[in-house]
């Protein structure tokens, strides 16, 4: 693949639009005006890997740019970069002209124009309405499955979910499935994809509560004082829930707790919180039980504060307000949070990991 200059590029583009011919190779263009004066640079991205460096040129005064591959560009995803902003194309064979028209900050939420590469519209559509917020996982399946590019929904499945563990798992396997046999793409996914399972196996196994076991009873009291104890909900189905009111995820996880409790409370249904709110040794290491007592009123607020603020509408919330010291989460192993463990009416893990309102409640179906 040969790439040209900028000044070729603009010959390029003087030859492609005046030949009346099919034109021959890739031209990007570009209209940025508050990025006058710049460099632009066009990366080929890989899935898990280093991205490939393929050509750079100026912005002139105007804002204008434009970079021109004689032999054509490959199928794949790419990258436009101009300073600290990044945008996403995904080209295919044959894409001749492609025009983008915005400015540098529209680079962050997709708000700019692209045009003459379907492929990449729907990369910008897609990135745009991922860039707006509040994708669900079960959102995403959606996208993967309904984007026509496989190669652009097997992008988004792998940038969007690189982190989200098991539950990620169906979406990297079904955008895996639509990619071809003969895409470079597909073995390098393949890999990542069989890597994590992989590690979610040894994960599995290394934890101290295992699906059929009983499960630990825990007794530990609610802010008003009252103490709860798990063993007192058998014949319940009870999603055992530890979470924080500093934990992010935790707490953009709780409204799908909170559906399909109101779902399934009236169903033998309920929840079981505990919270790692409070201070950990490390903070309380030298303190008196007075000033830890004082320090833990302002731990209490938050807590209680959240439960209000989440519609946490169940009355089993305790807490030792210890942190990572809590008892419960060293019996449970949890080292990480939202966790949560899907105990059944004989008072038997079902389920562990549990995250997202659809997938609480394919586990709880198997059980209530």
């Known amino acids: ?33 508050d990025a006058a004066n710049l ?14 460096v393929l050509a750079n040129g100026p912005i002139d005064e105007g804002g204008s740019f434009a970079l021109g591959f004689v032999e054509g560009l490959d199928a794949g995803v790419y990258q436009l970069r101009i300073g600290a902003q990044k945008a996403l194309l995904s080209l295919e064979e044959g894409d001749g002209v492609v025009d983008l028209n915005g400015t540098l900050t529209s680079f962050a939420d997709y708000s700019f124009d692209i045009s003459g590469s379907a492929s990449s519209e729907e990369m910008v559509a897609t990135m745009k309405q991922l860039r707006a917020g509040g994708i669900k996982i079960e959102d995403l399946q959606k996208i993967v499955e309904d984007t026509k590019n496989p190669r652009t929904a097997a992008f988004i499945a792998f940038n969007s979910l690189s982190r ?10 079904a955008a895996l ?14 890999s990542f994809v069989n890597g994590l399972e992989q590690q979610l196996a ?21 802010p008003d004082g009252t103490v709860y104890s798990l063993s007192d909900l058998r014949g319940k189905v009870v999603l055992l829930d530890f979470w924080a009111s500093w934990c992010g995820p935790c707490r ?7 559906k399909v409790y109101n779902k399934y409370k009236d169903d033998g249904f309920t929840i079981y919180s505990v919270s790692l709110d409070g ?10 039980p007075e000033d830890i007592a004082q320090a833990n009123i302002g731990q209490k607020k938050r807590w209680t504060d959240a439960i209000a603020k989440d519609n946490l509408q169940w009355p089993y919330h305790v807490s030792e307000l210890t942190k ?3 008892t419960a989460g060293q019996m449970y192993g949890v080292r990480g949070i939202p966790k949560t463990f899907l105990i059944d009416r004989e008072g038997k893990i079902a389920a562990v990991g549990l995250r997202g309102a659809a997938s609480i409640e394919r586990a709880l179906k198997t059980v209530i």
């Open 1 to 33: 693949m040969k790439t040209i200059n900028y000044i070729c590029g603009f010959l390029f583009a003087f030859a492609l639009l005046s030949c009346n011919a099919e034109p021959e190779g890739t031209l990007i263009r570009g209209e940025v005006p």
């Open 39 to 52: 460099k632009v640079y066009l990366d080929k991205v890989s899935i898990n890997g280093a991205n490939e």
């Open 164 to 173: 989200a563990g098991a539950q990620g798992i169906p979406v990297h396997k």
């Open 177 to 190: 499935a639509r990619l071809d046999n003969t895409d470079p793409m597909k073995a390098t996914y393949a």
């Open 202 to 222: 040894m994960q599995k196994s290394q934890e101290l509560i295992q699906v059929g076991q009983p499960a630990p009873d825990i007794s530990m009291p609610s």
């Open 252 to 258: 953009r996880e709780n409204p799908n707790v909170v």
């Open 279 to 288: 201070l950990d040794p490390r903070r309380t290491n030298g303190m008196s």
């Open 324 to 326: 990572w010291n809590s």
